[in-house]
């Protein structure tokens, strides 16, 4: 059974860092990530996106200040924002494409449980 454990959001002051995590069990690798956010009233949003082949894609309000990263000896992939700003205020959520456990390495996709970022003075 595949679990997904999102982490690292909190509150931060302008121009602080934050780094979100989404640790992964049940699997054997990660094949690709991509982070969304999500403020009130608004729809969820894709923020950055790490491709099977490891390149990175980026909106461009966060491009130059977040990095997305995966670490498939640990499972586990990352958000990590640096200079933020109020409008990056929102609930982050992680969806990673992983393999399963073999024999089968069935390839499926799976979301993380939110994470609440706030950005204010």
């Known amino acids: 059974q595949v679990q997904v454990e999102e982490s690292g959001g909190g509150w931060v002051q302008p121009g602080g860092s934050l780094r979100l995590s989404c640790a992964l069990s049940?699997?054997?690798?990660?094949?690709?990530v991509d982070w969304y956010r999500q403020s009130p009233g608004k729809e969820r949003e894709l923020v950055a996106r790490?491709?099977?082949?490891?390149?990175?894609h980026y909106i461009a309000s966060v491009l130059g200040r977040f990095t997305i990263s995966k670490d498939n000896g640990k499972n586990t992939v990352y958000l990590q924002m640096n200079d933020l700003k109020p409008e990056d205020t929102a609930v982050y959520y992680c969806?990673?494409?992983?393999?399963?456990?073999?024999?089968?390495?069935?390839?499926?996709?799976?979301w993380g449980q939110g994470t609440q970022v706030t950005v204010s003075s």
């Open positions: 049940g699997v054997s690798e990660i094949n690709s």
């Open positions: 790490l491709t099977s082949y490891s390149n990175s």
């Open positions: 969806n990673v494409e992983v393999f399963g456990l073999p024999p089968q390495f069935a390839l499926s996709k799976y």
